[in-house]
């Protein structure tokens, strides 16, 4: 059984994090300066469906595979609101969509979906080799949470700041790869 080295990427910082807005899929990355982070030679890169992930992967390399499973957490009516304006007019449903994993945003993605889907992609995801995947930070929480098999709301515990990096190893099961 060969080994599976797979490291997930957080995209670039956005226009609309640095504005404090919630995210919607056609947000740009601010321009990245200084030399992109060191794709090891021979990797396979993936990147989630939106444009900030895309344009992370296309900065990083120049094959990118599109997978659909990394896509973003849905924010249904909140997307692309600013961040202080939901904090006003809907304070308890943000905190209640901040504390629990089974709440959603008004016709969005609950985390606990968002587990369920990375957990299944991780599952069935056993290609050789060196894969980075440039994705969310809701996505990589998903991933810690199902790689340490924490509970789900150990993910409110967790930063995920614009191009960091979780290693992964699969050799029968998936391993946290710090170093």
């Known amino acids: 059984m060969r080994a599976v080295r797979l490291t997930l990427v957080c995209h670039a910082l956005t226009q609309a994090q640095k504005q404090g807005y919630l995210a919607q899929p056609n947000d740009c990355i601010v321009p990245v300066s200084g030399d992109p982070l060191a794709l090891p030679q021979g990797t396979q890169l993936l990147a989630a469906p939106e444009r900030r992930t895309v344009q992370t992967a296309t900065w990083l390399g120049e094959s990118v595979h599109i997978e659909p499973a ?50 299944a992609w991780l599952s069935a995801f056993d290609r050789p080799g060196q894969w980075w995947a440039v994705t969310h930070p809701w996505v990589i929480r998903a991933a810690l949470v199902s790689v340490l098999e924490c509970p789900m709301v150990s993910a409110q515990h967790i930063d995920v700041m614009p191009l960091s990096q979780l290693a992964l190893s699969r050799a029968g099961r998936w391993r946290l790869r710090l170093g």
């Open 70 to 119: 990394l896509a973003d957490g849905a924010l249904g009516h909140w997307q692309g609101l600013p961040l202080k304006q939901v904090q006003a007019e809907q304070p308890e449903a943000l905190a209640q969509w901040l504390a629990d994993p089974l709440c959603a945003p008004p016709d969005g993605e609950p985390f606990v979906q968002v587990c369920e889907r990375v957990g």
